[in-house]
């Protein structure tokens, strides 16, 4: 977009391990250019595995890089410097750039003056950009579909990704801020409950599950919900409870499934309408058996310890790799 690369012209990516310089270098390639690129020694190993050769990269540490890679093109220099460094490195990129050479900047700590760039760097183009900024909505909107394009087509492929759920954002900062990093960093955001989405309720024919089934349904807006029991319809009260739900907008199935048998744990999962894809689980099946500690036994306790643990297991296996907006465990002893 700023840079105009043209097949054939020579690109520099300074910190080229990270999201923004791998995913440049990769736009670069797809555009025809010859691709130079800085990082840390340490991380040359992963330049290699991009495809950058030795004569092709150099330190991200020191300046050394304007005499490599001079050398490397001949002592013509590079047509455009994607930058995100400070200091001296701007001056031997701004010194490396050939005739009609841009500079895009990317960073905010070390900005310099693009006129007076042009009256000491004869013939090279200083662009300082914020993407959010400069480019608006609009433009990002038509770069994203470009974007999409490219990878549907296969043509460009996804940066390597390591991600943090939200409320670990502390974690991933710190990680970052070690640059010990490569690629892309990502926080995950949870999806919230979706109310065209399926909510499954265990022990939903029992007393928690009806007043939960209810509560969803009523202040969450949700509309389809699979209850399970293992008496499933014949649990007492069962039909009544579907009508109730049914009269305030909500399709409702019950389903007689024993969920310590993890089996039965996947088939009910596979059961949810793909139309409605499963958005939600909430485990309220459980049985009692209280005693004191003196006199519980090892059958009492496994019998306990299924319905609550084991199909607390099963069904976390069970839906592991699903976006929930909530997985609900009641828990058995208060
Ligand atoms: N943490 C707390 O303070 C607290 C307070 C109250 C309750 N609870 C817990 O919440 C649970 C539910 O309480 P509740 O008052 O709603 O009890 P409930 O009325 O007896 O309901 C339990 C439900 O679980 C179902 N169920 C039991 N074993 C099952 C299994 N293996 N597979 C599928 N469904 C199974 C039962 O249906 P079927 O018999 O048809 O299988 C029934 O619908 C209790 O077990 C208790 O552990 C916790």
């Known amino acids: ?44 190993g992963v330049l290699e595995e991009m495809g950058i050769d030795a004569e092709h990269r150099a330190s991200s540490r020191d300046v050394d890089f304007e005499d490599k ?3 490397a093109t001949g002592g013509r220099g590079v047509d455009v410097v994607l930058n995100s460094l400070t200091g001296e490195f701007i001056e031997a990129s701004l010194r490396l750039l050939a005739d009609g050479g841009r500079f895009l900047e990317m960073g905010k700590t070390d900005l310099r003056d693009p006129e007076e760039v042009a009256e000491q760097y004869p013939g090279v183009t200083y662009h300082l950009y914020d993407l959010v900024t400069d480019a ?61 989405g399926t909510v499954v309720i265990t022990g939903g024919t029992g007393a928690l599950g009806r007043l939960v089934a ?11 919900l699979l209850l399970a029991g293992r008496r499933g319809p014949e649990a007492p009260g069962a039909a009544e409870l579907v009508e109730h739900l049914r009269g305030l907008g909500a399709v409702v199935s019950v389903v007689a499934v024993d969920v310590s048998d993890a089996q039965a744990v996947a088939e009910l999962v596979g059961k949810t309408d793909p139309a409605h894809p499963l958005t939600g689980v909430v485990h309220a099946a459980g049985v009692l058996d209280d005693a004191v500690v003196t006199a519980q036994t090892r059958e009492s306790l496994a019998r306990v310890w299924s319905a609550k643990a084991t199909a607390a297991a099963n069904l976390h296996e ?15 002893a208060a």
């Open 1 to 44: 977009e700023l840079a105009r690369v043209r097949p054939g012209e020579s690109v520099l990516v300074h910190a080229a391990t990270g999201g923004v310089g791998m995913a440049a270098v990769r736009i670069a390639r797809h555009l025809g250019a010859e691709v130079f690129a800085t990082a840390s020694p340490a991380k040359h």
């Open 69 to 71: 890679i001079r050398r």
């Open 136 to 196: 608006g909505p609009d433009r990002i909107g038509r770069m994203f579909e470009c974007l999409a394009e490219l990878f549907t087509s296969d043509r460009l492929k996804p940066l390597p990704v390591r991600s943090w759920p939200l409320d670990k954002a502390r974690e991933a900062f710190r990680f970052m801020s070690q640059a010990k990093h490569t690629g892309k960093l990502v926080l995950e955001i949870p999806p919230a409950l979706d109310p065209e």
């Open 214 to 224: 209810e509560h969803l349904v009523r202040e969450w807006g949700v509309r389809h």
């Open 318 to 332: 069970v839906t592991r790799d699903l976006r929930l907006g909530a997985f609900v465990v009641f828990s058995s």
